[in-house]
C-alpha cells in the first residue's frame, strides 16, 4: 500500500507544481516500498538520490516563479525550502557513510515534510500566483 496517495486538498493551484507535487508523492512511496521489500543499499541509494535531486530541481522552480512574481512570502518559503533540504542532506549523507538506516522515522519525516509544507507553505503562493496570471 502507497504511504501517501494523492488528493485534491493537496493541489496549489498551479498545474505544474502540482503535478511536480504527485510526482514526489509517486517517489517517496517507490522508497518506502524499496525499503519494505527490503531491498539492497544500492537500490535504496538511488532512489533516495533521485528523489533528492527531484526535490531541489522542484524547490528552485517554486523559488523562481515566486520571485519572479515578487511572491510577498518568498523569503520565508525559500527559508523553509533551504531548511529542509539540509535535512535530506543530511540523511542522505548519513544513508551513504552507514552510520544511518533509512528508518520508519525518516520515512515519517518525508511524509510530514511533503504534506506539511505541501498543505501548510505552498498552498499560500496559489491565490497570488493565479492572480498573476500563473495557473
Ligand atoms: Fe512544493 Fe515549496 O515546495
Given at each position: 500500500m502507497?504511504?501517501?496517495?494523492?488528493?485534491?486538498?493537496?493541489s496549489?493551484?498551479?498545474?505544474?507544481?502540482d503535478?511536480?507535487h504527485?510526482?514526489?508523492?509517486?517517489?517517496?512511496?517507490?522508497l518506502h516500498?524499496?525499503?519494505k521489500?527490503?531491498?539492497?543499499?544500492?537500490?535504496?541509494?538511488d532512489?533516495l538520490?533521485?528523489?533528492?535531486n527531484?526535490?531541489k530541481?522542484?524547490?528552485?522552480?517554486?523559488?523562481?516563479?515566486m520571485?519572479?512574481?515578487?511572491?510577498?512570502?518568498?523569503?520565508?518559503?525559500?527559508?523553509?525550502?533551504?531548511?529542509?533540504?539540509l535535512t535530506?542532506?543530511d540523511?542522505?549523507?548519513g544513508?551513504?557513510?552507514?552510520?544511518?538506516p533509512?528508518s520508519?522515522?525518516?520515512m515519517?519525516f518525508?511524509?510530514?515534510?511533503?504534506?506539511?509544507h505541501?498543505?501548510?507553505?505552498?498552498?499560500?503562493?496559489?491565490?497570488?500566483?493565479?492572480?498573476?496570471?500563473?495557473?
Open positions: 502507497a504511504l501517501i496517495a494523492w488528493n485534491d486538498k493537496l496549489v493551484q498551479v498545474r505544474q507544481f503535478d511536480e504527485k510526482k514526489l508523492i509517486v517517489m517517496v512511496n517507490q516500498d524499496a525499503m521489500e527490503g531491498k539492497g543499499k544500492q537500490v535504496i541509494g532512489v538520490n533521485g528523489l533528492i527531484y526535490t530541481n522542484h524547490f528552485a522552480a517554486e523559488d523562481k516563479l520571485k519572479a512574481h515578487a511572491y510577498p512570502d518568498y523569503e520565508k518559503h525559500k527559508k523553509e525550502h533551504n531548511q529542509l533540504t535530506v542532506l540523511l542522505q549523507k544513508y551513504a557513510a552507514g552510520s544511518a533509512l520508519q522515522s525518516v515519517s518525508l511524509k510530514d515534510w511533503l504534506t506539511n505541501i498543505q501548510g507553505v505552498d498552498k499560500g503562493y496559489g491565490p497570488y500566483l493565479n492572480g498573476k496570471g500563473v495557473k
